[in-house]
């Protein structure tokens, strides 16, 4: 078994997350190759975890990395959208989920999907290659407009023009359907200064092209609202994102959905300890707010983290503690 993954915000994820009674059960909505979930089962011998993924290869890698844990963990492969929209009757309400909007370093080094603009891949990018459009498809059927808004409003890409123009005239040549291929023609593209940066030229591009294939910031919202549905009253919500269109989306659910008087929201920044506990959640009506913030501002990794795994650079993490079930508002 090769991991090559470390996860992001790892002791803060516990230190907000771990289970607050003696058997809980976390759903780790994008389990990728396990790391959160190992930690969680290892540290809290009471906890038994959902973990959801739409990869089979990297939830193969996730199943032979926690066997260990035995029955405590259950798999399942599928979108963590779907699976909220459609529990399966056999699975409780959860104490905790975590989602992790982060993609493995699994899926740049190991898939062979044409996530890095490193390697001479296909160019595929999708999470689940057996649904949807590639890459590669995408690039090929969208208008100069279409692809330069692609770049510019999923991952902030400053020559996203001059990278659509690029692609629309290379593709009068031939199909681009290699990773390494794309990465030339955006270097080309970049003018000089652009290329100073420490980071590729292609990275917002192969960034933004990524989202668009597998629907990232589309899907969120609903994401969102479901997981929060199938959330137990009194339970914690976190999830971690990696660049700032999620973010946003994940801040503005949150600020809507949390208490915005008195006490039912402190909006608490500090550690567990510091966090009152509700016992019993109170049922409120409809038009009240259904969470109250634990992290009024995005926890991002400390000095030491950035340190021993850098990828975690551009991580945050934004957790909420559910006031109320609707079912039970009036």
Known sequence: MDIVHTPALLEETIQYLGPRSGEELMIDATLGEGGHSY?????FPGLSV???DADAGILAIARERLKVFGGRVRFYSLWSHDFFANPPGDVGRPDTILIDLGVSVYHYEKSGRGFSFRKDEDLDMRIDPSRGESAAGLIGRL????????????????????IAGAIVEARRQGAIRRASVLASIVGRAVPAGGRRSAFHPATKTFQALRIAVNGELERLPSLLEDALKNLKAGGRMGIITFHSAEDRIVKRFFRDKSALSGSRDDGSDGNRDSISRR????????????????????????????????PSRSARLRVVEKIYDEECAS
């Open 39 to 43: 930690a969680f089962l290892s540290r």
């Open 50 to 52: 959902i973990g959801i």
């Open 143 to 162: 208008g100069e407009k279409e692809l330069a808004d692609i770049l510019y409003y999923n991952a902030g890409e400053r020559y996203s023009r001059r």
């Open 279 to 310: 016992d019993t959640p109170i049922c409120r009506n409809r038009d009240h707010r259904a969470v109250r913030l634990l992290t009024r501002k995005a926890i991002s990794p400390g000095e030491e983290e950035l340190r021993a795994n850098p």
